[in-house]
């Protein structure tokens, strides 16, 4: 006797519906943008404190004008050439005594900053700049921060402070967390980002 | 003999396609798994900035987020050109912030408070005015861990 083989079903429309499927999810996929710049806002503050004297010298002053120009130490200047300066102020180091900086190789001009704990970077923009200068010169100062913070971290450990950062928030990473935890921390002393940002202007 | 001549066909054989439907199931459930559905439907126009210094925000549900930028087209009739703030469907003024940083704190456990970010989301040709402003109201609700949320490329792209 024969064998009856029982009728195959037709799965010949089978592509057509998850090509359905699949092109409606294309369609509303969005991948979601979720990295950014982090910051951390000052807490607000009573009135009557008098806000700590800082020397002239140790304050590098960034102002993006309402026409999104930048101004740098009252100097015009373009925004590839930001970065180097702010590096160049924050590497000075020409601190003598207690306030010298063994790390830092910079020109060591008494005009600029004593050192990198020192050293504040203050930034100041109009209420009509545009959001997207702002954030390419905040990108631009963070950049020079985590130069030197590579560059520390390099000389000191072998590996960027960049490569750190990711080997601490990796699960898998086969060595000493809490000696990493501490040299992140002493790297951040070394180089702690001193941004701060005026009120704007509104005219 | 006679029974193999029979078979040969001077055609070309078909393309066998009986595996794409498993080529197109899997690049599907790629797209079902990769996909994440937006909460909130955006009312403004959110073209954001670029910046290459970013780091990436892991726990989604730690996030509160704040959109702002000129409303889309549809909207313009009703609120004008003027950039604005959204706060999940809703467009809102300054003054509401606060209570929705309060809001968003109250919907999650105690425990995770410290831990909510704020993610502004703001498109690349507001006004720093605005954005100072939702900082302001930020410090005042005491939420001052903020990230300026935007796509990985050159910072210069932003000026061009």
Redesign the interface.
Known sequence: MARRSSPEVN?GS??DI??L??IF??V?????????????????QEEEVEPPVIKQKNIFQVI?SRN?DLLVEDELME??ELREAAIAFLDNGGGVGEEACDYCQGARDPESSDNPEKAVIMLV????????????V???L??AY?ELRDRTAQRLYGKSFTKMEADYDDVNYRGDKERLKEQIQEIRDMWPQKLSEA??K?N | MAKFTKKKSSELPAVNTASLPDIVFMLLFFFMVATTMRETTLKVENTLPYADQVEKLDKKDLVMYIYAGKPSSRYRSNFGTEARIQLNDNFADVSEIQQFIYAEREAKREELVPFLTTALKVDEETNMGLVSDIKQELRKAEALKINYTTRTGKASQNLE
């Open positions: 799965a089978m592509a998850a090509f499927l699949l999810f294309l509303t996929t969005t991948i979601e943008t979720d990295s950014g710049i982090s910051r951390k806002l000052p807490p607000m993006v999104n925004l590839g923009n109009d209420r009509q700049t545009e959001y997207g200068t702002y954030i390419a905040q990108n631009e963070v950049a985590n009120e704007p509104s």
